[in-house]
């Protein structure tokens, strides 16, 4: 099965972004480990990055029917995007939210996600191994 793993604003620069917070890895780098362990598990991984909510939106919409499972670090729309967790209210396989810092230790407008309202689990603070958490869950959630 195919897992959508969809990652939010700024992400694109992973890697030289924050480093003392998001580490060293790129997003490339982190699409290769991920797709090496979807392998593993029999999956394929669809990795995407976007810096805008609507695509976002479209991409988890197209995702209906369609993907076995979807790992989101939706990044700062976490905290702001309805539309976001609407989409995903929407989407009936397995939902697995990733943040690479831990939110719950830093300022307290990054405490609140709207996704988790609907994530069937969430990551956070792992760094980026999270996603490979996250991989690992849905196949767990897969069967
Ligand atoms: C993040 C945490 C968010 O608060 C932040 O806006 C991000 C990345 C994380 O992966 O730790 O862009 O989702």
Known sequence: RNILILNGPNLNLLGTREPEIYGAATLADVEATCAALAAELGLTADFRQSNHEGQLVTWIQEARGAAGGIVINPAAY?????????????????????????????????HHSFVSARADGMIAGCGTHGYLLALRQIAHMLG
């Open 78 to 110: 976490s905290h702001t995007s309805v539309a976001i967790l609407d989409a995903l209210n929407m989407y009936d396989g397995p939902v697995i939210e990733v943040h690479i810092s831990n939110i719950h230790r830093r300022e307290a407008f990054r």
